[in-house]
Structure formats: structure tokens, C-alpha cells
């Protein structure tokens, strides 16, 4: 059974930091691509990092200096440090693994950016 279970998620202020972690298993991990997604309330999913099974990362321009994506291949773990954050942040975000005719989503875990 492939699970993906997200964590690190919070109420931050403004300015701050938080650091998500997903921890994937059933999988091959090292294969797969990788990626953060999120949702804020009345909007549409979108893509925030992806990092391939190569270790290329790519992120959103709304995202790029201020968070960063990465990998543990041998602990089967994807992150995201996430910095500078601000309230347009705020959503709830999505651990992601696709690979070939495969595709698989985290629960998600809420990200909340509020003085």
C-alpha cells in the first residue's frame, strides 16, 4: 500500500519559517519524482517545487528564493523549507510522487501564514 504522510505544517507569522516533510512508503522511492503542491481556500491546486528522481529541482516563481526542495533517497523522505513566508502562503500543501503511469497524493498538511 503506497502512503504518503506530510508533516511540518503550522501557524507561522509572517517573516517565519516552516519546514515540511513527507515520508513515502509501498514505493520505489529513488525512481519516483517528487513534488509540493498546494491549495488555498476558492482556488485551484497549484504546482509550488518538483524535484526529479535526478536531484534537478524547479520551483514556482512565486516561491523561487524563499523555499527550498529536497530529497533523502535513502530515508524516503522529500522536503520543504520554506522561508521568508508570507500570508499569500497559506494553503494546505500536498506531498506528490509520480513516475510513469503512476501518481500519488499526500493527505495534505495546512500551512497557515497570520500575525
Known amino acids: 500500500q503506497v502512503q504518503l504522510v506530510e508533516s511540518g505544517g503550522g501557524l507561522v507569522q509572517p517573516g517565519g519559517s516552516l519546514r515540511l516533510s513527507c515520508a513515502a512508503s509501498?514505493?520505489?522511492?529513488?525512481?519516483?519524482?517528487m513534488a509540493w503542491y498546494r491549495q488555498a481556500p476558492g482556488k485551484e491546486r497549484e504546482l509550488v517545487a518538483y524535484?526529479?528522481?535526478?536531484?534537478?529541482?524547479h520551483y514556482a516563481d512565486f516561491v523561487k528564493g524563499r523555499f527550498t526542495i529536497s530529497r533523502d533517497n535513502g530515508k524516503d523522505t522529500v522536503s520543504l523549507q520554506m522561508n521568508s513566508l508570507r500570508p499569500e502562503d497559506t494553503a494546505v500543501y500536498y506531498c506528490?510522487?509520480?513516475?510513469?503511469?503512476?501518481?500519488?497524493w499526500g493527505q495534505g498538511t495546512q500551512v497557515t501564514v497570520s500575525s
Open positions: 506528490n510522487a509520480y513516475a510513469v503511469n503512476r501518481d500519488y
Open positions: 509501498g514505493i520505489l522511492f529513488n525512481i519516483y519524482h
Open positions: 524535484i526529479l528522481s535526478s536531484q534537478t529541482s
